[in-house]
C-alpha cells in the first residue's frame, strides 16, 4: 500500500483556503442552503444540491489544450486546416476550477469527467492542478464517479508521473494512446518520430507506480486497430502484457470498452471514421483482429456492423456528454469539432446556465422525436449506432424532464 510519506499530494484533502482553489469554492463548502434564484432555477452556494439524476454513461469532456506534440492520421488534429485549430491554446486554469465548483454548487454530476478532447492535455503547463483540483472536486462533492485521462505521453516527465500517482477513493483511468509497437509504424501512424520517448516515458511511469504502490490512475495501452496497423495486434499485445508482468502489475486484455476495475488493460479499440462507407470497412478489420486474438468484443458491436447514414435516433449527447473546448466553448458532442452545436461560452456564462438554457431545452425536445432539422451537424451522424457510444433511454429522457 502507499505510503504516506511516499504521496506527493493528498487527493482526499479538504477544500481549505489555499493557493489551488479559485473563490468559488471556498464558497461553495462554507454555506449550505440555495440562496437566490438564478435563471429560473435555485443558485446554490451550499455544499452539493442534487437537482437532477445523474445519467448512466454521462461524461463531461474539457479540452485542456487543442495543441499537439503529434499528428495521427485517424486524428482531426492532423488536419491544419480544420478552423478547431485556427487559435490554439489552453484552458484557463481558473476557467477549470470555477467549472468544478459551478458544477458541485448545482449538484450537477456525470459519471466520467473527461479531461482531454482535440489535442495533449499534457501540454498544458498547469496541468497537475486541474487533475488535482478534478479529484478533489470528485471526491468532496461526487461531481465525477471516475477522472479518465488520455495522452500521447510524449510529455509524461517525472514532474507529471508524481502529480498523476495518487490514492483518492474516485477511480481514475490513464489511456496512453500508442497505436503502433515499432518506430517506422509509429512514424507512419502518429505522424511524429516519438516512439522511443513514450515507450521510455510510459515505462518510467509503470516503475514508479509500481515502486510506490499508487492505487491510480489505472494505465491503460490503447491501439486503435486499423487497416494500417491491424497486423501489428499481437505484438502490442504482448509488449504492454510484459511491460506489466515484469514489474508485478496485474494485466488483462479487452476489446472495445474497458471494464471496471483497476488492474492494467492493453485496450483495443475501434477506429472511429469520417464516412459510414469506411466505418464499415475498419468495423470488419476490427471484428477479424479481435477474433484472431481471441479476445471478445462487447455485444454493443453488433450495433456498429451495419452503418446507416440518416441519423433519426435520439442522440444522447444533448443530455449526457457536453464538451468544453479549451476556450470555454460548450457544444453536445465531441464530433462537433466545428462548434456547429454551441450553446455558449464558460468565458461569460456558468456552465449550470448555459447546459439548461432555453435553446438547449428546445434541441432536446426536437432530439427526443429524433427531429435533428435544426442541427445540421447531426442529421448525417451514424454514431448512435457505433460501439463508441453512450445510449438514452425514453425512460432516462423522461427522468431529466420531470426533473426541477
Ligand atoms: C484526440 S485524442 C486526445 C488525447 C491525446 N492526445 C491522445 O492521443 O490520447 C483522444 C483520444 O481519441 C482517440 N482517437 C483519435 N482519433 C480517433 C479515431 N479516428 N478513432 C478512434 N479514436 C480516435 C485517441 O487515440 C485518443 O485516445
Ligand atoms: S496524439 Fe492525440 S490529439 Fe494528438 S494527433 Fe494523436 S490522437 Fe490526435
Request: glycine content about 6%; charged content about 20%.
Amino acid at each position: 500500500m502507499w505510503g504516506t510519506a511516499l504521496a506527493s499530494w493528498d487527493p482526499e484533502a479538504p477544500l481549505h483556503p489555499n493557493a489551488e482553489f479559485g473563490l468559488q469554492f471556498l464558497v461553495a463548502v462554507t454555506c449550505s442552503q440555495p440562496t437566490i434564484q438564478c435563471d429560473g432555477r435555485p443558485q446554490c452556494y451550499g455544499k452539493s444540491v442534487s437537482l437532477l439524476p445523474r445519467l448512466p454513461g454521462s461524461y463531461l469532456v474539457m479540452e485542456l489544450a487543442n495543441r499537439c506534440s503529434l499528428a495521427c492520421v485517424h486524428c482531426a488534429v492532423a488536419d491544419e486546416s480544420h478552423p478547431h485549430f485556427d487559435a490554439t491554446g489552453y484552458m484557463d486554469v481558473e476557467m477549470a476550477e470555477d467549472l468544478f465548483s459551478d458544477l458541485a454548487a448545482h449538484g450537477i454530476s456525470f459519471d466520467t469527467l473527461i479531461l482531454f478532447w482535440l489535442g495533449e492535455p499534457l501540454l498544458h503547463p498547469e496541468f497537475p492542478r486541474i487533475w488535482q483540483a478534478a479529484i478533489r472536486s470528485a471526491g468532496a462533492h461526487g461531481t465525477f464517479a471516475k477522472v479518465e485521462l488520455h495522452s500521447n505521453a510524449t510529455h509524461l516527465n517525472s514532474r507529471f508521473t508524481a502529480a498523476l500517482l495518487n490514492e483518492s477513493h474516485i477511480p481514475q483511468v490513464l489511456h496512453f494512446s500508442l497505436d503502433a509497437t515499432d518506430r517506422d509504424r509509429y512514424l507512419d501512424v502518429k505522424g511524429v518520430d516519438r516512439y522511443d520517448t513514450v515507450v521510455s516515458n510510459i515505462e518510467n511511469f509503470l516503475t514508479e507506480k509500481a515502486r510506490i504502490g499508487a492505487r491510480w490512475p489505472r494505465p491503460v495501452f490503447q491501439f486503435i486497430v486499423g487497416s494500417n496497423n491491424v497486423e501489428q495486434v499481437p505484438a502490442f499485445q504482448q509488449q504492454w502484457t510484459e511491460a506489466c508482468a515484469s514489474r508485478g502489475l496485474p494485466v488483462q486484455t479487452v476489446a472495445g470498452h474497458v471494464p471496471h476495475g483497476e488492474d492494467a488493460v492493453v485496450f483495443f479499440r475501434q477506429l472511429d471514421c469520417p464516412t459510414k462507407e469506411e466505418q464499415s470497412a475498419e468495423n470488419a478489420v476490427f471484428r477479424s483482429a479481435m477474433t484472431k486474438l481471441d479476445v471478445s468484443i462487447p455485444p454493443e458491436a453488433v450495433n456498429g456492423e451495419v452503418v446507416a447514414g440518416d441519423n433519426h435516433s435520439v442522440c444522447a449527447g444533448f443530455w449526457k456528454s457536453p464538451v468544453v473546448s479549451w476556450d470555454g466553448a460548450v457544444t453536445t458532442c465531441t464530433r462537433d469539432s466545428h462548434l456547429l452545436n454551441q450553446v455558449g461560452s464558460l468565458s461569460d456564462t456558468p456552465f449550470s446556465t448555459l447546459w439548461f438554457n432555453e435553446s438547449m431545452r428546445r434541441r432536446r425536445a426536437a432530439v427526443a422525436k429524433g427531429d435533428y432539422s435544426d442541427l445540421s451537424v447531426c442529421q448525417s451522424c451514424f454514431i448512435p449506432r457505433s460501439l463508441n457510444y453512450t445510449g438514452i433511454t425514453a425512460e432516462e429522457v423522461r427522468s431529466w424532464d420531470s426533473s426541477p
